[in-house]
Each structure stands twice: as structure tokens, then as C-alpha cells.
Nanobody, 128 residues
Framework: QVQLVESGGGSVQAGGSLRLSCAAS????????MGWYRQAPGKEREGVAV????????LFADSVKGRFTISQDNAENTLYLQMNSLQPEDTAMYYC?????????????????????WGQGTQVTVSS
């Protein structure tokens, strides 16, 4: 089992920055890929940035390319999401998730059960 705990959310004005953290514990070596997902009220959950842990390949949703960066600290078992130039449309609950298969992806999530582990989420609110 793996436990994921997000932190770092908050309220910022448009143009500001936040860095989210996801602390992982448990059988970390079983995780093939991890990612950051978000869900705004009334909208479907979507993947915004994922990383494949062994080869470091990163994928980003078009809406965040050039603004968000995903990174991992394997020594600390922590996943990060650096978010710059935040816009009101980035307002959402942000979740960290992991998969023991190659189930991580960007874009709409058809079924959250496709990923094996989810954190509880951290709220990001961007005001104009």
C-alpha cells in the first residue's frame, strides 16, 4: 500500500505562484508513474502533469505547458508541482495520484479507479 499526502495549496492572485508537495509513504518502489490531477466544481477530474518515475519522462496538459513543472525527489519520496503564472481557471482541488502500471496521463480522467493511489487533495484558489 501507498499513502499520498498533499500540501502547499492556498489562495493567490492571478500571476502568482504556488508549489504543491506530495509526500509518499509505503511501498514506493511499486509505483510506476505519478501525477497531479485537478478537479474544479462541476467539472471532471483532469490530469495536468505526470512523471514516469524510472525514466523521468514528463507530460503536461496543454493548458499548463510552460507554466507548471513537475519534479520528484526520490530521496525524500516527494512529488512536486511548481505552478507559475496562475490564472483563475487554475482554481481547483489538486490531487496527487500514483499508478503501479502506466495508467498516468494528462487530460480528462475517465475513471479514477484507473490509478491505484490518490491523496486527499489540496485546494488552490486563484483570484483575478
Amino acid at each position: 500500500q501507498v499513502q499520498l499526502v498533499e500540501s502547499g495549496g492556498g489562495s493567490v492572485q492571478a500571476g502568482g505562484s504556488l508549489r504543491l508537495s506530495c509526500a509518499a509513504s509505503g511501498v514506493i518502489d511499486s509505483i510506476y508513474c505519478m501525477g497531479w490531477y485537478r478537479q474544479a466544481p462541476g467539472k471532471e477530474r483532469e490530469g495536468v502533469a505526470v512523471i514516469y518515475r524510472r525514466n523521468g519522462i514528463r507530460l503536461f496538459a496543454d493548458s499548463v505547458k510552460g507554466r507548471f513543472t513537475i519534479s520528484q525527489d526520490n530521496a525524500e519520496n516527494t512529488l512536486y508541482l511548481q505552478m507559475n503564472s496562475l490564472q483563475p481557471e487554475d482554481t481547483a482541488m489538486y490531487y496527487c495520484a500514483g499508478s503501479v502500471r502506466a495508467a498516468c496521463g494528462v487530460g480528462l480522467v475517465p475513471d479514477t479507479r484507473l490509478l491505484d493511489y490518490w491523496g486527499q487533495g489540496t485546494q488552490v484558489t486563484v483570484s483575478s
